[in-house]
């Protein structure tokens, strides 16, 4: 049966420059779980990446260690999206093989994307690109549909999953405590405050970097 080919939401440019902050362009396409549409995960958060090609090494592991962790990103009440110029029969037959290989069957959808409509629409893909190869991009979405983090990686370095977890657990902190993430933050340990922005309190404060460098009191 003919399914109806990625398209990306109205007005999107190509090869748009997103930043944090953008609202993720929408898209509806078949995957791997069946038609999906972007939009369809608001009040959620979504790891929207993409995997530079279907039965490639680093990707493979990747793919793995991801199904592994699926239900730590469930936990979190983040969904997991894999977006990949390769045709869906070609994810079904990378899937297949890492279950009969690996013993892992990989849930998720895998989107298909051979026209690069999509990629280009979340800049993954320069116009002049003719495939994505190079690309490792990761979009860390929230539940209002905005893009709050992204990483980039080349084609021969993997993803860390225990980062991308943390990323989540930090944004969801943020959002529920107010605080700030420090560098090296884990759940459950101490967050910073905003600095002050009144010079009073500048003068005021016990030393020359309690002002802007100071625990929040909240654990994460």
């Given amino acids: 049966m003919n399914q109806p080919s990625p398209t ?8 748009a420059g997103l930043r944090i902050g953008d609202l993720a362009p929408d898209f509806e396409a078949r995957s791997t779980i069946g038609p ?16 530079p090609a ?27 999206m894999a977006l990949s110029v390769d045709s869906l029969f070609s994810h079904f037959a990378w899937l297949r093989m890492i279950r009969d290989r690996f013993g ?9 994307d051979p026209t690069l409509v999509i990629g280009r629409a979340f800049g993954m893909v320069a116009p002049q690109d003719s495939d994505s190869a190079t690309v490792r991009t990761t979009f860390f979405i929230d539940p209002k549909g905005v893009i709050r983090a992204m990483t980039c990686y080349p084609a021969n370095l993997g993803r860390s999953i225990p980062e991308m977890l943390r990323i989540v657990d930090g ?14 933050w884990q759940p459950g340990e101490a967050m910073l405050s905003p600095p002050t922005h009144s010079l009073d309190e ?4 016990k030393d020359a970097v309690s002002w802007f460098l100071r625990d929040s009191g909240a654990q994460g």
């Fill in 8 to 15: 990306a939401s109205a007005g999107a440019p190509p090869c």
């Fill in 104 to 112: 892992v069957e990989v849930r998720f959808p895998i989107v298909e």
């Fill in 36 to 51: 999906v549409r972007l939009s369809a995960y608001r009040g959620r958060w979504l790891v929207l990446f993409s995997p």
């Fill in 202 to 205: 500048v003068f005021g404060s």
């Fill in 171 to 184: 944004l969801q902190a943020i959002d529920a405590k107010g605080g700030l993430a420090p560098a090296n």
């Fill in 54 to 80: 279907d039965f490639t090494p680093v990707c493979t592991t990747e793919f793995v260690a991801l199904a592994n962790e699926a239900a730590a990103f469930e936990a979190r009440d983040c969904a997991l």
